[in-house]
C-alpha cells in the first residue's frame, strides 16, 4: 500500500512545524523550475489512486437510485476526479516547506514543477469539479442546482483540511467530511431527494475516513495508544453501523463480507494497538486504506443489488495505474 499520502484525500497530519522556505531551492517557489512532463504531474496528482473517488459517486448514485441516461453521473463522476486532484496537488503545493526535509523526492521539492504551477493547477482543478457538477445539474432536467452545491461544499472541505485543518484536532473529521460530501455528490444525481437516500452511507464513510486519517495521524513515529484505541472506536462504529443497517434490510451478504472486512482489519488494527510504533501502525493504515473500496461496495450491494459489487473493480484499475506509473520511472 502507497503510504504517501494516497488516497486522500487521506493525508495524515504532524504536529511539527514545518520549515521555513529557505529549506527548498528558490526555482521551486518563483516558477523557473523544469522538470518531467507528464510523469511529474501524474506522480503530484497521485494517479493511480484518482479512481479511488469513484467508488464514493458509484455508491451515492446507486443508493439514491440510478439513472436511465449516465450522463448525468459522468459528469459527478469527473467533477469527483477532478476535486480529488485538486485535493492532491494542493496538498503539496500547502507542504512544499515541510516536504522538502521529508519526502524530498516529492515533484515540487525536486524542481518538476514550480510551486505557482501547482497552486494555480489546484485551484483550476477544483473550478473545473464545480463546472462538471454543474454540468450534471443541467442534465437532470430544470437545471437542477443540487449538483453544484454539494459540490461547492465539497470543494470548501477540501480547501479547508489543505489550508487549515490539516494539523488541527478538527482534521481527521474534516477529511471523513470530504468523503462524506462526495458520496452526497454522487447521490445528488437524484436531486435533493437523492441526498435523503444517501445520507446513512455517507454517514458511515465520514467515520470510517475520519477514524482512519486519526488513526494515521502519527505513525511516522510512536503513536499513543489511547489515539489510536478511540480512532480505532470511530471505525468500529462505522462497520457496526453499516452491518446493522444492511441486517434490518435482510441483506445477509453485504452484511457478512462487512464481517469478513472486521476480521481482515482487526488483525492488523488489533497488532498496533499492543505495539504502537511505526512498523506496526503503517501497515495497519494500509490495511484500512484498502478496506475502504470494499465498504463502499458492501454499502451499495445492500442498497442496490449484485450491481453494487462493480465498485470492486476499481481496485484493479488502481493496482494495475500504479505498476504503470512504477514502470514508468525506472
Not at 33 to 55: E, F, K, M, Q, T
Not at 104 to 110: D, F, G, N, S, T
Not at 308 to 325: A, E, F, N, S
Amino acid at each position: 500500500m502507497d503510504h504517501d499520502r494516497a488516497l486522500s484525500l487521506h493525508r495524515q497530519s504532524r504536529r511539527r512545524r514545518a520549515p521555513g522556505p529557505r529549506a527548498c531551492p528558490a526555482d521551486c517557489f518563483t516558477g523557473a523550475c523544469r522538470g518531467d512532463g507528464v510523469i511529474a504531474w501524474a506522480r503530484l496528482i497521485r494517479l493511480p489512486n484518482l479512481p479511488s473517488p469513484l467508488a464514493d459517486i458509484a455508491l451515492g448514485a446507486l443508493a439514491a437510485g440510478w439513472p436511465a441516461d449516465p450522463l448525468p453521473v459522468v459528469f459527478l463522476a469527473l467533477a469527483s476526479m477532478a476535486i480529488y486532484a485538486a485535493g492532491m496537488v494542493l496538498n503539496d503545493y500547502f507542504d512544499v516547506s515541510e516536504d522538502c526535509l521529508q519526502r524530498p523526492e516529492r515533484p515540487l521539492p525536486r524542481g518538476d514543477i514550480s510551486r505557482r504551477d501547482a497552486g494555480i493547477a489546484g485551484h483550476l482543478l477544483l473550478g473545473a469539479g464545480l463546472v462538471f457538477a454543474t454540468v450534471s445539474g443541467h442534465f437532470l432536467g430544470g437545471d437542477d442546482p443540487t449538483p453544484g452545491r454539494v459540490a461547492m461544499g465539497l470543494i470548501a472541505a477540501v480547501w479547508v483540511y489543505n489550508a487549515r485543518a490539516k494539523r488541527t484536532i478538527m482534521g481527521p473529521f474534516v477529511m471523513g467530511a470530504c468523503r462524506g460530501l462526495n458520496v452526497l455528490l454522487g447521490s445528488s444525481v437524484a436531486g435533493e431527494s437523492g441526498l435523503s437516500a444517501a445520507w446513512l452511507p455517507s454517514a458511515a464513510c465520514f467515520l470510517y475516513i475520519a477514524g482512519l486519517t486519526w488513526f494515521a495521524r502519527n505513525d511516522g513515529g510512536r503513536s499513543q495508544r489511547w489515539q489510536l484505541a478511540a480512532s480505532a472506536a470511530v471505525v468500529a462504529v462505522s462497520l457496526g453501523l453499516t452491518a446493522w443497517t444492511l441486517a434490518v434490510r435482510g441483506n445477509w451478504v453485504p452484511v457478512a463480507a462487512v464481517v469478513g472486512l472486521v476480521a481482515f482489519l482487526g488483525q492488523r488494527v488489533s497488532r498496533a494497538l499492543r505495539n504502537p510504533q511505526p512498523a506496526s501502525v503503517r501497515p495497519a493504515v494500509g490495511r484500512l486504506l484498502l478496506g475502504y473500496i470494499p465498504f463502499d461496495a458492501a454499502w451499495a450491494a445492500g442498497l442496490a443489488g449484485p450491481a453494487g459489487w462493480g465498485i470492486l473493480i476499481l481496485m484493479p484499475v488502481m493496482v494495475g495505474l500504479r505498476r504503470l506509473m512504477a514502470a514508468r520511472l525506472t
